[in-house]
């Protein structure tokens, strides 16, 4: 049975379709943060080849909440909403790399609350923060960053949250 079958229930009670593609980009996105281009390019090795299908499963899958959209140095990143252990659609957290263009998720929702509970907020009620954060680790090492077989600190960071999640 697909980890996704509960939320697919839910929709399909709502007279709604869940089409093989759409489940493909579902599990495409797991544990990743893909451009429209990466997409396309996994859905077209599976098999997939209707660019206009792929759009309109993009929308669907955006408009009911199953994915999200990032927008980070001016490029347009969808990441998985559902399901995923360190957030959901509304508290997002992500941190970049500005040399290797790495994306992590550091959620910590004591730094989401922080936020709501700010006394700029205090006549407010936010039911969506995303944050992101741009910049480079303080010991930049060229190497350490362009290798992928070294763990840098977002790549240290990211193993580390994956080693909590199991």
Do not use: W
């Amino acid at each position: 049975m697909d980890r996704y079958e509960g939320v697919y229930e839910e929709l399909r009670s709502k007279g709604l379709r869940i089409t093989k593609q759409r489940k493909e980009i579902v599990n495409i996105l797991e544990g990743r943060h893909l451009t429209f281009q990466e997409i396309k390019l996994e859905l077209q090795k599976r098999g997939f080849k209707n660019l206009a299908t792929l759009y309109n499963n993009i929308d669907f899958l955006l408009e009911h909440n199953l994915i999200i959209e990032l927008h980070i140095n001016g490029v347009r990143y969808f990441d998985l909403s559902i399901d995923e252990l360190s957030h959901d659609a509304n508290s997002h957290v992500h941190v970049m790399c500005k040399r290797s263009d790495l994306i992590v998720e550091i959620n910590d929702e004591t730094v989401l609350e922080l936020i709501r509970n700010h006394p700029t907020f205090r006549d407010f009620e936010a039911d969506k923060v995303q944050l992101v954060i741009n910049g480079k680790c303080k010991n930049e090492d060229k190497e350490v960053c362009d290798s992928k077989e070294t763990l840098c600190f977002l790549r240290k960071l990211k193993e580390a949250k994956k080693n909590e999640a199991m």
